[in-house]
């Protein structure tokens, strides 16, 4: 996704602006750019398609100097990612802006706009935002107090950073749906989409919130909220070294990553949601046309990735109509493979190097599909370079060998496809989408309270100290989180596991039954929930013992043998998600008491980039 970084200060910020540029390339872009006020009293501006490298050349060889400026990089959504898409973009050489997100109504905005005689010279919608701006501030010349009136037109997801030749002692910024921070420093202000751009001029920040408008000059930040009154915002100190690389209070990594996971799930939403729907454009320019063409999907994974692929099978064809087919990648690219037609290629990997899942997708390409997409962490990774489409997960580095923050984020990526197809193609049923967008942001809170329940499940997890083979259970979307807790538990604390649709019980596993065998089960309040209630029925007359994560509002209880845990309720879609959070507790909980090496177990490597 893109990135912003923006100072004012009373040295050159050339230097700052790309160096920040550079710390957001794990973002994934495909052009960046600089605009800066110059000591000779105008704007001017540098851009380049490709790597921050190509920017960094070209300044080298003409250098721009100035005290105020902003910079971006650019994940192409409206328009090629070609230079004259390239941020910053301009209105009359006088005001310039950089923005990540998506404005939905860019066009009658452009349309309106035109008519009053503004000339684009861009196929984006951010020009629209500059254009418009540069508008009101004929009536309204204060360059903070326009914004405030230019956004209150604005529909869709923005973060925005904007100068102006004819207030060079300033940069304003205004915040929605997409992340902004400003960094405070001595005699010198910043702004960037990820404190991560800012750490090497300064340790100090303030999170905008959602609706925040800021004018930040050399010597002060002004902000008001989105009801237009001033307010102040916190000032959060970094320690120096807090990043990925630092286990912080947590004993692990992995334990770390795991109680991330609302906060990057937060993040994989931001600039994606619009009021109602999500926003297409997300996916590409191209993506609403392809979209609309698509009449089947191929997801192709491997591991913990393929999980995430089986559950969006469940909402691919439950919520939006269209076929899916889920297959593990060391298999499809070794088999005869029949491509039904109009099929979009859904390739799902945390790395973007995983071997089979790359050699898949280049198998594909021979295939005859209809295009190509990747949901991805790595936004350089080959599987990204060679896809026709991307949607970046948010999940950031995930140090320990067990996926848990990548897969939660994969699966809000797939959700988003899953709206997005049924959006374009309207196969969804009336209100679905609106409600779903509505319960996604909530779901970061849900995500919180399943933490919540660490204590409970570390309590739970002592009755696998000296067992070593477990059965999980699940029905429906469930079955594959089933099959994720099981992966999750045999990684990490080398317990023999296995995982089952509930009805299959009958059909072999519960041979397997009996008081040395725990048996975990997840149980949302859905239409399997009788049904699984007598599979558990069936595992109690075998002796077996069992630990069900069940929803509050399901009516299971605690009793001889059986161990309920209380989940909070959550819409029946987005289940999968908020199930996975106790069985990653578990597996790590168990694996703490077994004594294994919880972040980098045995035999396993975290990227497979080997067949």
């Known amino acids: ?74 994940w192409a959504t409206h328009g090629a990612p070609v230079e004259q898409n390239a941020h910053p973009h301009f209105s009359s050489d006088e005001l310039a802006v950089v923005h990540n997100g998506i404005i939905e109504n860019h066009e009658p905005l452009r349309a309106r706009l035109k008519d009053l005689g503004y000339v ?91 609706g925040d408008i800021a004018e930040i000059r050399r010597d002060s930040v002004q902000i008001w909220n989105a009801a237009g009154l001033p307010v102040e ?12 690389a630092d286990k912080g209070e947590y004993r692990h990594f992995m334990l770390k990553e795991i109680h991330e996971q609302p906060k990057v799930v937060q993040r994989t939403l931001e600039g994606r949601l619009g009021q109602e729907q999500v926003l297409v454009q997300a996916f590409g320019p191209q993506a609403a046309e392809l979209f609309a063409n698509v009449r089947n999907v191929q997801i192709v994974a491997c591991g913990t990735s393929y999980h995430a692929g089986m559950v969006a099978r469940y909402w691919l064809e439950g919520l939006a109509g269209i076929p899916c087919q889920v297959e593990v990648a060391s298999e499809f690219r070794y088999r005869k493979v029949v491509v039904q037609p109009d099929t979009l290629f859904v390739s799902i990997s945390q790395s973007g190097e995983t071997a089979d899942t790359l050699a898949a997708l280049r198998n594909a390409k021979e295939l005859g599909f209809l295009a190509s997409l990747a949901i991805c962490n790595v936004g350089i990774s080959s599987l990204v370079r060679e896809s026709d489409l991307t949607l970046l997960t948010q999940a950031g580095p995930e140090i320990g060998v067990a996926s848990t923050k990548a897969f939660t984020t994969q699966l809000v990526a797939l959700m988003l496809l899953t709206l997005s197809l049924g959006q374009v193609k309207g196969t969804l049923e009336a209100g679905v989408e609106a409600e779903l967008v509505e319960e996604l942001r909530r779901l970061p809170t ?87 209630k007598s599979n558990l029925q069936e595992v109690r007359a075998r002796g077996g013992e069992l630990i069900v994560f069940a929803d509050e509002q399901a009516g299971l209880n605690n009793g001889v043998g059986t161990h309920v845990i209380s989940m909070p309720h959550i819409v029946d879609a987005l289940a999968p998600i908020l199930y996975t959070i106790p069985l990653q507790l578990l597996s790590y909980y168990v694996a703490v008491l077994k004594g294994t090496d919880v972040d980098q177990p045995r035999n396993l490597a975290k990227s497979v980039t080997v067949e």
């Open 1 to 74: 996704m893109c990135g912003i970084v923006g100072a004012v200060a009373e040295r050159n910020v050339t230097a700052i602006l790309l160096e920040g540029l550079k710390r957001l390339e794990y973002r994934g872009y495909d052009s960046a750019g600089v605009a800066l006020f110059s000591n000779a009293g105008v704007l001017e501006r540098r851009r380049r398609v490709g790597k921050v490298n190509e920017l960094e050349q070209s300044l080298a060889g003409e250098p721009l100097a100035g005290r105020l400026g902003i910079a971006h990089t650019r």
């Open 120 to 210: 684009f010279t861009s196929d984006t919608d951010t020009e629209v935002i500059v254009h418009l701006l540069h508008h009101k501030l004929q009536d309204t010349p204060d360059l903070a107090a326009a914004l405030k009136a230019t956004v209150k037109e604005l529909h869709g997801a923005y973060g925005l950073a904007v100068i102006s030749a004819k207030q060079p002692d300033r940069l304003v910024a205004a915040r929605s749906g997409s992340p902004l921070v400003v960094g405070l420093g001595l005699g010198e202000n910043f702004l960037a989409s990820d404190q991560l751009a800012l750490r090497q001029v300064t340790d100090r920040f303030m999170y905008l919130e959602e």
């Open 233 to 244: 915002r916190e000032v959060v100190q970094h320690r120096e070294g807090a990043e990925a």
């Open 446 to 532: 849900r995500l919180g309270e399943a933490l919540a329940m660490d204590s409970t499940v570390e309590k739970v997890a002592e009755l696998f100290a000296e067992k070593n083979h477990t059965l999980f259970l699940g029905r429906g979307a469930q079955f594959p989180v089933a099959m994720e807790g099981a992966l999750k538990l045999k990684e990490i604390s080398y317990i023999h596991a296995e995982a089952y649709p509930a009805g299959e019980l009958k059909h072999g596993p519960l041979a397997l039954v009996d008081s040395d065998m725990p048996v975990v089960t997840v149980a949302p309040n859905n239409e399997l929930l009788e049904k699984l």
